[in-house]
């Protein structure tokens, strides 16, 4: 059955308050400003490109779709990707040229959760939509770039929904029958419980107004805490396998990067509450460790190292307690990225050189045979000069580096390690 019918679902028993209060024009959607003026511009030129919808669980992805068609006079067809298999997208698409041909009636395909097709299904889908038989309208809370492939979305729009402010969530309470029945404090305690998604923000109104229906009737306020305790603990929307996953770890590191120690512990609370897996977390912060803080303080890499240790040793909910300590340390210490840098150039380097043959000098002698090729010869052993150093080349003959590829700086210990090697040196030209 298709979800946009016309079947005025609002009258039926047993309808969400969610549903019935779906937005069936775009005027009367609350908020997302710009997907609203975009929208808008298609109808005025009358002229509708296949589209993806990309943004968080409830900020109107499905009710733009159906508002599109209803203003495009279209058929629409709606189906979830997860439910949905090659066959029925290639009937689908039959049936949609045939109405195209017979019937010159334009058809919206709308695939709710369209990342979860696989490369076939979208290769079904893909002549319909060059041809022009199908304009699809694709849903999903994921990065498209990852999930989708690129002759579709070299064909799309990317349309993006925010989830919803504070003011617009007020907006939508507002709306409701229970418009009396919080005060302000109230009223925003539950719109940040709902977190943007407007789904559940009206579910949870919905469940309001039943427990409290006299209350409401006779307008009695109904206070905070009374609301907090209906809706029990707020659930924070994370999959491990999504964006969520790696724009908080990414905010984290660079939180880190940054020295603002609030700002990463505001990340990695986000994290350990939508159930992230601590040792990815101790990984990211044993590799800053070295990627960000470096030789500016050594211990830097020692305190992940045990932080990492000590998440493995005790586990959850004390481990985030070890976290918090690396994390803070990382943030809170001098930071330097000179031995990340220096890797990179080798790296280069080696990508240029190819394999430039070891010095004789330097290679082990570990045979008789490799003595008398003069493996080894002419090596100065470094802890039989003063100062433990000798002016020697250790590169391979054919290179010559015209700069150093490590550079200390001039910040916390690696200060004392550049004074260290200019010492050295000037000591052996003296």
């Not at 029958?177 to 919080?182: E, G, I, N, P, S």
Request: charged fraction near 25%; proline fraction near 4%.
């Amino acid at each position: 059955m298709d979800l946009f019918d016309s079947v005025p679902l609002e009258s039926l028993p047993g309808t969400p308050l969610a549903e019935k209060m779906r937005p069936k024009e775009l005027d009367d959607f609350v908020g997302q400003e710009k997907v609203r003026e975009q929208l808008s511009s298609y109808l005025k030129s009358n002229y509708l490109p296949n589209l993806i919808f990309w943004g968080p669980p409830g900020t109107g992805k499905t009710s733009a779709a159906g508002a599109l068609g209803r203003a495009f006079s279209s058929h629409l067809v709606s189906v979830n990707a997860t439910s949905s298999g090659a066959k029925e997208l290639r009937q689908i698409g039959e049936e949609a040229k045939s109405r195209r041909l017979e019937n010159h009636t334009r058809t919206i395909l709308f695939v709710d959760e369209v990342h979860r097709f696989n490369k076939g299904q979208q290769d079904v889908l893909l002549p319909y939509i060059e041809k022009g038989d199908l304009t699809l309208i694709g849903a999903t809370t994921e990065n498209p770039s990852y999930e989708l492939n690129k002759a579709i979305l070299s064909r799309c729009r990317l349309i993006v929904f925010e989830s919803l402010s504070v003011a617009d969530g007020k907006i939508l309470v507002q709306r409701t029958l229970c418009k009396d029945a919080f005060s302000q404090e109230t009223l925003e305690a539950l719109v940040n419980w709902s977190d943007g998604d407007a789904r559940k923000l009206l579910t949870a109104v919905e469940e309001i107004s039943m427990s409290f229906a006299e209350r409401i009737s006779e307008r009695k306020a109904i206070s905070s805490e009374e609301v907090r305790g209906i809706l029990g603990r707020m659930v924070i929307g994370h999959d491990k396998a999504s964006d969520s996953h790696y724009d908080l770890a990414s905010a984290l590191i660079k939180s880190i990067r940054g020295s603002d120690a609030d700002a990463a512990l505001y990340y990695l609370a986000r994290l350990l509450k939508g159930g992230e897996d601590v040792s990815f977390i101790a990984r990211r912060l044993v590799i800053s460790a070295s990627e960000d803080v470096g030789n500016a303080d050594p211990r830097a890499l020692q305190v992940a190292v045990a932080g990492a240790q000590a998440v493995e040793l005790v586990g959850l909910p004390e481990a985030a307690i070890n976290l918090a300590q690396v994390t803070t340390y990382l943030a809170s210490a001098p930071k330097s990225n000179r031995s990340y840098l220096a890797l990179q150039k080798a790296q280069a380097l080696v990508e240029t050189t190819g394999s430039a043959p070891v010095p004789l000098k330097l290679r082990s002698a570990k045979t008789s045979e490799m003595k008398k090729l003069g493996y080894g010869e002419g090596y100065k052993y470094a802890h039989n000069y003063p100062r433990h150093w000798v002016e020697q080349k250790y590169l391979p003959d054919s290179i010559d580096l015209k700069e150093p590829l490590y550079e200390p700086d001039e910040i916390g210990f690696e200060k004392q390690i550049k004074e260290f090697v200019a010492w050295l040196k000037r000591t052996s030209e003296s």
